[in-house]
């Protein structure tokens, strides 16, 4: 059994094209081991992409659950079909009227992962659960993966940390990854 942070690096090496992102497992690795401990706990994932990210999101729910990859199933739900008005709350009341109905439909938990712009109207909900897995454009905020919206290559980055996430989650499903060192 590997150790993420060793297993991360050798991945990153494996792949061609994707040096950018050794410098930056340090940043990535707790943040995944949290998205990935939840999951494994059987936490629901709320899938949550501002408007220009949404083909992303799309492309994740295509194929995280891909029977493919021989694993388990996943409960990775998209947050803005569950509830189509999503963007319009605004108020602390709201969204905690929202949060309240998120703990009865998920009673076993549930976690946010968002990927977008950090001043974008979805952060409000997804800054509130303190678990959420952040994939932010242009806001340094703590616990979260910051990314360029500016950056050409922007795309491609989100493809290739998909994969990373993706290769880490089965590893970590099939017992041949040690999160916990």
């Known amino acids: 059994m590997q150790q993420l942070l060793k297993w991360t690096l050798e991945t990153i090496r494996e792949e061609d094209c994707?040096?950018?992102?050794?410098?930056?497992?340090?940043?990535?690795?707790?943040?995944?081991?949290?998205?990935?401990?939840?999951?494994?706990?059987?936490?629901?994932v709320l899938l949550l992409t501002d408007v220009p990210r949404k083909w992303f999101?799309?492309?994740?729910?295509?194929?995280?659950n891909d029977t493919a990859k021989s694993r388990p199933l996943l409960p990775v739900f998209p947050m803005a079909k569950m509830y189509p008005s999503l963007g319009t709350l605004t108020s602390s009341q709201e969204l905690e009227l929202f949060e309240d109905m998120l703990e009865l439909a998920y009673p076993n938990g549930y976690f946010i992962w968002y990927i977008g712009k950090g001043d974008h109207p979805f952060t409000k909900l997804a800054f509130r659960c303190d678990d959420s897995f952040l994939w932010l454009m242009d806001e340094?905020?703590?616990n979260s993966f910051l990314l360029r919206s500016s950056d050409e290559m922007l795309d491609i980055k989100l493809l290739q940390l998909y994969k990373l996430f993706d290769l880490t989650l089965s590893e970590a499903l099939f017992g041949e990854l040690d999160l916990e060192s």
Do not use: N
């Open 18 to 44: 994707f040096s950018w992102m050794e410098e930056h497992r340090y940043e990535w690795a707790p943040l995944v081991k949290s998205a990935i401990d939840q999951m494994l706990e059987g936490k629901a």
């Open 140 to 142: 340094e905020v703590e």
């Open 57 to 64: 999101g799309k492309y994740i729910l295509e194929h995280i």
